[in-house]
């Protein structure tokens, strides 16, 4: 047996860690200190295991709106955590654990995520039902500092790498890899791999815009409190009481079996963390942060005697915590003798409280003094001065200190300390070497207005599937709003692993996003994986336009289970390999109507649908391994024009594919759950027991191979089933994940067979390959048959959810059938995908939706070419065109067409701008072509979106049909 010692640091802290929540498990009583400033003696935390209940400290409620806690701590309190490897985060957050890698975060195209560092936690911090220890995605943004091995100390120094041979590097920039980090530095470029990483730390970037952008995550509407959760590995977690929920895995009288669900702004998943591993919580508002979030802007101090203890960052200088006397604190400053720590304050920050006094290491003797002033341009003024104190009195308490606006330029908040060796006080230290002190958990006060605008207006940077696009919101009124509104909810799904994701809400009625794509020669389709959330009930609409071009309209899906819905998605084959500007609209009659966005992808293909082989020429000489021979043959396929033709005995291409395909139980875009393919079986007239198959490469290997290797491990086990909550079964192994049919007999390690005939005509398969063979790494097809004549594949296709395999089955028949079009039309419309391809003859800026039939259009009809025919879809669901576009110039602005009914009918026509409408008449079959000519330039603003709506409702329903012309705006 061998031992990797390079695990050891980890395996030991993981056995310190354990036998720690084991002692500290034993203690089931807490102290508080309140908001008025009141203590509670040792209490047993209740209630803390439950969604539904809320949390007390014997008979007082933690979060009492009237006088919440502030402060909650393991009694008695254990001595601080040794910081080891970490990941140190904006705002003070530390989570103990291991960098392994960096992610851009583009690895799902259908769900774009922020760049991320994957992160091995040293504590368990995944579901209590999971089997193994899982990483964390960390938010690279939010990440300050990374120790993959201690050598800086505890100073915070911005820019700078030390690696594991002793080097030292300061940088500028910096750009990540998976395996590497490259460095501009002084002397240029370097490379350096992770491996050879001990610490690096991060430039500072805009801390007060990554605070509200936190604001956004944690308390969007302002309301709830932030919590700060401190566990025995040294972790500092902050959290809000809209990201955390108390439960249990177990007994629930045993705080042992007791969880908190929580997720920090800075984390891609969620963390649970046992409760035997919390040693205290700190909470506050977000009107009144710790100042602890913020880095100084300067730090000076004086050393005595030669000895120099620099100020520690939420910690005391010996690197214990923060105490004094009986109040212990998880931020704040710990410092020795004199010194300064400078702050750079903008104008929202209107107050200041904090506590100083010395710490338990000055052994109550020493004697030092503490300010607190303000600096604006070449003014200084002071806002309190504490007097001699000596290390045996109590600490000095402010109240809310008001600091004063400048009119001189930014302010800067100096919290000072000096050394008194002179003074007379009982207990003062001549030599100056007891003079630990600590600041104790400073606040800011913030502007409450200026604080909820400024996290408005960061809320939508929480909707990843927005990075890289730009956003415009506008009322009816044609006024500008913010883009959205957001809020957390628990996403309770996968009951297993649930997680807190950002809903948003329309700032105003519209949405606007824009930006420039690249598409790929082989695109084909565009994808907007958004959702409505699942209670709510009023539409959201989504409408796309490429070049200036409506390429579709659709309503949002509702977002109901574990499995991702329908995204809303269009054709654009003609511009396959060119660079298109985007518009996405979004809009809405309901502005309370919340959604997710998460993400926006170009496709080869439907994304529910993946062709396997469907008219591929090339697709036989990719089968490169096997006995028989395989080629592309025209004679009788099941659709198209072509199939596969096999003849014995096997041919496959184990890695058809550079990435694997999933196949899950609950498949996200991207990834699939069904099989559908045709497959016949030449017959060859000698009564010999045959078979034909198709075979599913799982990780590169294939069908016998993977079976004749399972049954010796499996030979003599029954298949393991789902009961009991048990793993799913391993019959993918044992019938080599291979389809057959056939007469031929079966033994152990057969494939599973779908029908005990041969299929001597073209038989279509449907199957559910999760249910069939559990979850698979697909990675390729082989096919084989038994005997001496042919065999025949075709249409293969993966699909991700029944509706996708009714789509590809309804595909297949209108494809066998010749489509019977009514007297001069040439040709007929009904997805409403694919409207655009109609509607860009006769309203190429436009969008629409609801047509009875589809679109249908005519070469000529009533002496005008190239028309198009619309109806309402019921009596009270009129036929819809949306068209959102921009003035940029001075011109007139018009809504321009033609326009007529059947003939001895009528319709009602509706022109609605901004929501409103602004013209409604009722077109006769009588009138013959109406011309529009409709002035929009009142209703515009310079580069502000423009909502026209053209509407084709109902008059008396009886055949409302209406023919479409140059329907055009002009001005623009």
């Keep these: 047996m061998s031992f990797d010692l390079r695990l050891f640091p980890l395996t030991f802290c993981i056995l310190i860690w354990s036998h720690a929540a084991s002692?500290?498990?034993?203690?089931?009583?807490?102290?508080?200190?309140?908001?008025?400033?009141?203590?509670?003696?040792?209490?047993?935390?209740?209630?803390?295991?439950?969604?539904?209940?809320?949390?007390?400290?014997?008979?007082?409620?933690?979060?009492?709106?009237?006088?919440?806690?502030?402060?909650?701590?393991?009694?008695?309190?254990?001595?601080?955590?040794?910081?080891?490897?970490?990941?140190?985060?904006?705002?003070?957050d530390r989570l103990a654990g291991e960098v392994l890698g960096w992610s851009n975060g583009l690895e799902d195209p259908f769900e774009t995520m922020p760049a991320y560092f994957l992160v091995r936690p040293l504590a368990p911090v995944y579901p209590p039902e999971a089997r193994h220890q899982q990483t964390i995605r960390v938010q690279a943004n939010h990440v300050r500092r990374i120790v993959w091995e201690a050598m800086a100390g505890e100073t915070y120094q911005p820019g700078t790498v030390w690696l594991r041979n002793g080097g030292r590097i300061s940088f500028r920039t910096c750009r990540w890899s998976n395996s590497a980090v490259n460095l501009l530095a002084a002397t240029g470029l370097k490379e350096i791999p992770l491996s050879d990483l001990?610490?690096?730390?991060?430039?500072?970037?805009?801390?007060?815009?990554?605070?509200?952008?936190?604001?956004?995550?944690?308390?969007?509407?302002?309301?709830?409190?932030?919590?700060?959760?401190?566990?025995?590995?040294?972790?500092?977690?902050?959290?809000?009481?809209?990201?955390?929920?108390?439960?249990?895995?177990?007994?629930r009288n045993r705080q042992a079996d007791w969880y908190q669900l929580i997720q920090p702004a800075w984390a891609l998943d969620p963390l649970w963390i046992r409760f035997p591993q919390v040693i205290g919580w700190q909470t506050w508002i977000v009107t009144e942060p710790p100042l602890s979030w913020f880095y100084p802007a300067e730090i000076v101090y004086s050393p005595a005697f030669g000895k120099s203890w620099s100020p520690n960052w939420n910690s005391s200088v010996n690197g214990t915590r923060l105490t004094t006397g009986e109040n212990f604190s998880q931020n704040g400053w710990g410092v020795f003798g004199t010194s300064q720590i400078t702050f750079q304050i903008p104008d929202f920050v209107e107050g200041l409280r904090t506590a100083w006094g010395f710490d338990p290491a000055a052994q109550k003797r020493g004697c030092a003094s503490a300010t607190i002033r303000v600096r604006a341009g070449e003014t200084t003024s002071t806002l309190f001065e504490s007097g001699e104190k000596s290390g045996a009195e109590s600490a000095v308490h402010t109240d809310w200190i008001s600091i004063p606006t400048s009119a001189g330029g930014p302010r800067q908040l100096v919290l000072g300390t000096d050394m008194q060796a002179n003074s007379s006080t009982p207990g003062a230290d001549p030599l100056d070497l007891r003079d630990f002190t600590n600041w104790m958990e400073p606040q800011l006060r913030l502007n409450a207005t200026t604080a909820g605008e400024m996290t408005s207006a960061a809320a939508y940077q929480l909707i990843s599937g927005w990075s890289g696009w730009s956003l415009t919101g506008?009322?009816?009124?044609?006024?500008?709003?913010?883009?959205v509104a957001v809020r957390n909810q628990?996403?309770?799904w996968n009951t297993k692993e649930p997680r807190f994701r950002s809903l948003a809400r329309l700032g105003g009625e519209t949405l606007l996003l824009t930006r420039r794509l690249q598409l790929k020669s082989t695109d084909r389709w565009i994808v907007i994986h958004a959702a409505r959330e699942a209670e709510t009930q009023a539409q959201i609409y989504c409408a796309v336009r490429l070049n200036g071009e409506g390429v579709g309209l659709a309503t949002l899906p509702k977002r109901e289970g574990a499995i991702d819905p329908q995204p809303v998605m269009f054709p654009i084959p003609a511009l396959a390999g060119q660079t298109a500007s985007c518009e996405i609209v979004l809009f809405t009659d309901d502005k309370a109507a919340e959604f997710d966005f998460r993400g926006v992808a170009l496709t080869p293909h439907q994304p529910g649908v993946l062709p396997v082989f469907d008219e591929q020429a090339e697709f036989a000489s990719l089968l490169t391994s096997g006995e028989g021979t395989a080629r592309i043959s025209p004679d009788l396929p099941y659709s198209g024009q072509v199939s596969l033709e096999l003849r014995p005995t096997d041919r496959s291409g184990p890695t058809l594919y550079n990435q694997e395909i999933p196949i899950r139980e609950h498949p996200k875009l991207g990834e699939f759950r069904f099989i559908t393919f045709a497959w016949r079986k030449i017959d060859d007239d000698k009564k010999s027991r045959e078979t034909i198959r198709l075979m599913i490469a799982h990780e590169g290997r294939l069908g016998n191979e993977i079976a004749e290797a399972a049954l010796d491990r499996l030979r003599g086990r029954p298949a393991i089933t789902r009961t009991g909550g048990k793993p799913l079964e391993d019959r993918g192994m044992r019938h080599g994940y291979t389809y057959d049919a056939g007469d031929a007999k079966q033994s152990a390690g057969a494939p599973l067979r779908v029908d005990w005939s041969l299929p001597r005509n073209w038989q279509w398969v449907s199957r559910d390959l999760f249910s069939d063979f559990g979850s698979i790494s697909l990675t390729g097809f082989g096919f084989a048959t038994t005997g001496e004549t042919a065999a025949y594949f075709d249409s293969i296709t993966l699909a991700r959810t029944p509706d996708d395999v009714t789509r590809i089955r309804q595909k297949l028949q209108a494809s066998k059938e010749s489509p019977k079009l009514p007297e001069g039309i040439q040709e007929i419309v009904t997805q409403e995908e694919d409207y655009s391809r109609l509607l860009k003859l006769v309203a190429p800026q436009f969008v629409a939706m609801n047509s009875q039939g589809g679109l249908h259009w005519a070469r000529q009809y009533a002496g005008e070419n190239d028309v198009v025919r619309s109806h309402p879809l019921e009596a009270n669901r009129p036929f819809r065109m949306f068209a959102h576009v921009t003035r940029t110039g001075n011109r007139p602005v018009t809504l321009t067409g033609k326009v007529r009914a059947e003939n001895d009918r009528d319709f009602k026509l509706v022109i609605l701008v901004q929501g409103r409408s602004i013209e409604e008449r009722i077109i006769s079959g009588k009138d013959q072509w109406v011309e529009l000519n409709i002035d929009l330039t009142p209703y515009t603003q310079e580069k502000l979106p423009l909502s026209v709506e053209v509407r084709h409702e109902g008059h008396n329903w009886d055949n409302e049909s209406a023919w479409w012309k140059s329907l055009q705006i002009q001005g623009l």
């Design 23 to 92: 002692v500290w498990a034993a203690e089931a009583e807490f102290t508080a200190r309140w908001s008025d400033g009141s203590t509670s003696r040792p209490a047993q935390l209740r209630d803390w295991n439950d969604p539904a209940a809320e949390p007390r400290l014997g008979d007082l409620r933690l979060f009492e709106p009237s006088n919440p806690v502030v402060s909650l701590w393991r009694s008695p309190v254990p001595p601080a955590a040794r910081r080891g490897i970490r990941v140190e985060l904006s705002g003070g």
């Design 198 to 251: 001990a610490e690096i730390h991060l430039p500072l970037d805009d801390e007060w815009q990554r605070f509200f952008e936190t604001a956004a995550a944690l308390t969007p509407n302002g309301k709830g409190r932030w919590i700060r959760l401190e566990t025995m590995d040294g972790s500092l977690l902050t959290t809000s009481t809209q990201r955390l929920q108390g439960r249990h895995y177990g007994d």
């Design 474 to 483: 506008w009322n009816q009124n044609g006024r500008v709003a913010a883009p």
């Design 490 to 492: 628990l996403e309770n």
